[in-house]
């Protein structure tokens, strides 16, 4: 072996080339891209990687080299994902509740792991996402008691956190399983708060989970000061933008071709309303009353035939009908007087 590598060697000398300059042509030229041993040299870069930093001659900023060639990665992932065609914009004045309605963690948590693989990996290394879930140990997901945390659960399970705590109570399912699939739904929130975060950053039109938990710190009444610190942090979106957003969401669409000059009515109706405290006593209508619908008919010629005034005769109309719908309901079978049996015909005869 240590003979080949010696007529290896004497090549390179030979040819004029050295063996760094050798395996940059093979992964520089475009004609030996698909070449047996190019393939085969992309196949094990790990290995080859991996052998040049734990080399003990290597130079001590050799491993930082390598890093700052994974940092460009994770950047262009990072932007990627931050991009306006990656459905991350979330534009607070002009929101809508469809979009509140389809976000989702899971989702959210699946695409940027298919965006960004590599840093989702180091976020659940650095996290120690693989220890606590690989060990044999009883995974602990907080340091609140365990009734108290079953009870967080239960309330997250009701919901089903998007997808995320799925059958976890499902029948046959061990504790430790249940505490595994939790505390595993918990390292991928952290990941996502995480990753968005530095998209946020990235891009600072990036911001559907800062939006998704700032209107839900707005359903709270969270003090504006804390809000105005999680926006800082770039957890959540600033105070201004929550309101921009709220107001979007609770605005009213316009449909069946209405304008909005066509609902310019509503001012001179709550001009003239009683429920507008800051309204001109002379703006508001009078109010009515009972004694108004005497009034309603001011006719007073009397008919010849009853004697009676034409709104007179509607009332006495009225007053009949309502009687005889009320005698009509009555139902007596037998009607006792001065010690006689009156059959129902009878009484209604006399009626």
């Not at 080949?4 to 050295?18: A, C, N, P, R």
Request: aromatic fraction near 8%.
């Amino acid at each position: 072996m240590e003979h080949s590598f010696q007529s290896l060697f004497t090549t390179f000398e030979d040819v004029g080339i050295k063996p760094f300059q050798f395996f940059s042509m093979l992964l520089t030229r475009l004609e030996l891209n698909n070449h047996p041993h190019v393939c085969e040299l992309l196949v094990h870069s790990e290995d080859l990687v991996s052998a040049i930093i734990k080399h003990p001659s290597r130079p001590k900023n050799s491993a930082h080299t390598v890093a700052q060639l994974i940092q460009g990665i994770y950047v262009r992932e990072v932007r990627t994902m931050a991009s306006e065609e990656n459905g991350s914009h979330f534009g607070a004045s002009s929101a809508s509740m469809q979009q509140l309605e389809e976000f989702s963690i899971e989702e959210t948590a699946q695409a940027m792991k298919l965006n960004a693989p590599g840093l989702w990996g180091l976020l659940g290394a650095l996290l120690g996402e693989e220890e606590r879930l690989g060990s044999n140990k009883d995974v602990v997901i907080s340091d609140v008691p365990e009734a108290i945390d079953n009870y967080y659960w239960d309330q997250v399970e009701a919901i089903e956190l998007e997808g995320f705590i799925n059958a976890l109570n499902s029948e046959g399912a061990l504790k430790r399983d249940i505490h595994t699939n939790r505390c595993a739904a918990v390292f991928n929130i952290k990941k996502v708060v995480l990753l968005s975060i530095m998209m946020q950053s990235m891009n600072r039109k990036s911001n559907a989970l800062q939006s998704i938990i700032g209107i839900f710190l707005q359903s709270m009444h969270t003090p504006q000061n804390v809000v105005d610190t999680l926006a800082r942090i770039g957890i959540s979106i600033s105070t201004d933008a929550i309101h921009a957003a709220v107001k979007s969401i609770l605005m009213f669409p316009l449909q069946h071709g209405v304008t909005i000059n066509d609902l310019k009515c509503s001012e001179e109706l709550w001009r003239k309303s009683a429920l507008n405290t800051q309204a001109i006593e002379q703006d508001l209508p009078s109010c009515k009353t009972w004694k108004d619908l005497l009034s309603i008919y001011p006719e007073t010629e009397v008919t010849r035939e009853h004697n009676l005034t034409r709104r007179d005769c509607f009332n006495a109309w009225i007053f009949l009908m309502d009687n005889n719908k009320r005698l009509q309901s009555i139902n007596i079978d037998v009607f006792y007087t001065s010690g006689n049996n009156v059959s129902k015909v009878d009484y209604d005869e006399r009626l």
